[in-house]
């Protein structure tokens, strides 16, 4: 019954789906978004938590190789692009939940955004470092 | 108004749109659910590990950029995540984001139409502890073996 009803609803009004918006124009994109990096993001997970739990103790030149693996650099780049989306998505619906006044709730999430494109950014130049640059141990 | 001697009078307190209290019936709220029954609680944390992981990509982007920056910087950042205060934190964030994951296993299922039935939402709201206490033991078991 569930599995029948939950192919058969839609959220979407007629008039929505004709114009391929939501009542708040970009709603079911964010929500399949959502889903899609939580997809993305369940095998890249798994692989990032036992990689980083094997590197315990590792020397800054053992870390270093890792990361700049190619194998390991495209994963973590992988990892980071739907990590950051992932979690710029989540915290948003947060904030539109939690928080009452207009302007805080805009604020809050361009914040966010703003705040975990940065992150992304600088980690991924991180990797792109390591694994393009070569090991900077080896420069000093 | 008086003082409330009934939990459920908590749900009658309501505003008039001049911001006067009136005694009137609100939709329920988080005073009326026993937080600590299965559906409610997996619910919520799933939401709080959600935040939890965000803090530790903070973690990941520190790591990462302090191997990038040389090893002054990796020694530093090694240090803090071998200290007591770093391995508690990251203990935590490794069964914040195991629980994060299984649960949103148990999402992705409901989003396919699969797994509302109370018996199967019990059943599987189980498994996703079972199996974070199980994937984090097994988490710290190959922290441990890398390090000694």
Redo the contacts between chains.
Sequence with gaps: M??????RTTLRSPLGRVRGLGASKSGAHHWWLM?VT??A??PL??WL??A???????S?AE??AF?GRPVNAVL?LAFLAA??HH?AY??QV?IEDYVRSEWGRIGGILAVKGLCAL?WL??S???L??AVGGV??AA? | MSIVKDGREATMIGHRSDGTAIRRPLSPHLQVYDMLQMSSALSISH?IT??I??IG??F??W???A?????AA??AA?WFF?SFLGVVLLLGL?AA??FH?LN??R??AW????G??IPTMYRTGRAVLVGTAALTVL??I???V??F
């Design positions: 569930a599995k029948e009803l939950a192919e889903r939580s997809v993001l369940l997970s798994i938590i036992f980083l739990a094997g590197l315990a103790g590792a800054h870390a270093a990361v973590l990590a950051f979690t989540g915290v947060i992150l600088a980690a130049l991180a990797v470092r390591l900077p141990a000093g | 939401r959600g935040v992981w965000a990509l903070l990941l982007v790591w990462l950029v191997a990038a920056a040389g090893p990796f020694a090694q071998s490794t984001a195991w994951t949103g296993v999402h992705l989003d396919a139409g699969w509302y039935e988490t710290w190959v922290v441990l890398a390090f």
